[in-house]
């Protein structure tokens, strides 16, 4: 069945570092690829979204490629601040029909001043 | 904007006793779902309804039932609650009914059951 990968954490970074979160996926077929965001005591939010391959999906300067080939979804961003502090969930949504978006097993990420 | 809201926010039961979460969602959206947040393991769907009148069986249903008691209201129930059940639920909804592959799903703010 469908399954996604994640890097596991915690991330620890300082404000201003690169980031990268590796996201890899399983399926079959072309599915929707998401990153979604949990910040403290919160529900998950969607952060950005990608539904073919070699599109990039953005949001607030976090960005992620559609990689077929390599099967991957990395989560980028230039520049980490404090209040990126959460933790990142790699998510996808078959196209064999169904209801169900899988999600990978989260990567908490930590930005110290 | 309420979105999509969980009562209650934490709950401690004794083994054995039984408990209903509530979820309600005022974005008319078609489709609801109950996961389950555990270390390590990311979220796991238990149950979903794919609009009102259905409910189908997730990854985890073992010791749960749901009721989609309107299009707004969907409940996960929990029997006799075992320790094993000890996590953070979430209840998400999602979409218009065409329940395409660019589906997002907006959540909740979590429940925190723990079992003793």
């Known amino acids: 069945g469908d399954s996604v990968t994640q890097m596991e954490g915690p991330v620890t970074l300082s404000e201003e570092a690169f980031l990268t979160i590796n996201c890899t996926y399983t399926?079959?077929?072309?599915?929707?690829l998401f990153w979604y965001v949990q910040y403290p005591g919160e529900g998950l939010q969607l952060l950005l979204k990608?539904?073919?391959?070699?599109d990039k999906g953005s949001n607030k300067g976090f960005e992620a490629t559609y990689r077929k080939e390599t099967t991957s979804f990395h989560l980028e961003k230039g520049s980490v601040q404090v209040s990126d502090s959460a933790v990142y969930f790699c998510?996808?949504?078959?196209?064999?029909?169904?209801?169900?978006?899988?999600f990978g097993a989260g990567t908490r990420l930590f930005v110290k001043a | 904007n309420a979105g999509v809201t969980q009562t209650p926010k934490f709950q401690v039961l004794k083994t054995g006793q039984s408990m209903t979460l509530q979820c309600a969602q005022d974005m008319n959206h078609n489709s609801m779902y109950w996961y389950r947040q555990d270390p390590g393991m990311g979220l796991r769907l238990i149950y979903y309804?794919?609009?009102?009148?259905?409910?189908d069986k997730g990854e985890v249903p073992n010791g749960y039932n749901v009721s989609r008691l309107n299009k707004r209201e969907f409940s996960l129930r929990l029997e006799s609650a075992a320790p094993s059940q000890t996590s953070v639920y979430f209840c998400a909804s999602s979409g218009t009914g065409t329940l395409g592959r660019n589906e997002k799903l907006f959540f909740g703010s979590g429940t925190q059951l723990s079992v003793l």
């Open positions: 399926a079959t077929g072309y599915p929707s």
């Open positions: 309804s794919a609009s009102e009148g259905t409910t």
């Open positions: 998510a996808l949504h078959g196209d064999t029909g169904g209801f169900k978006t899988i």
């Open positions: 990608a539904t073919k391959a070699d």
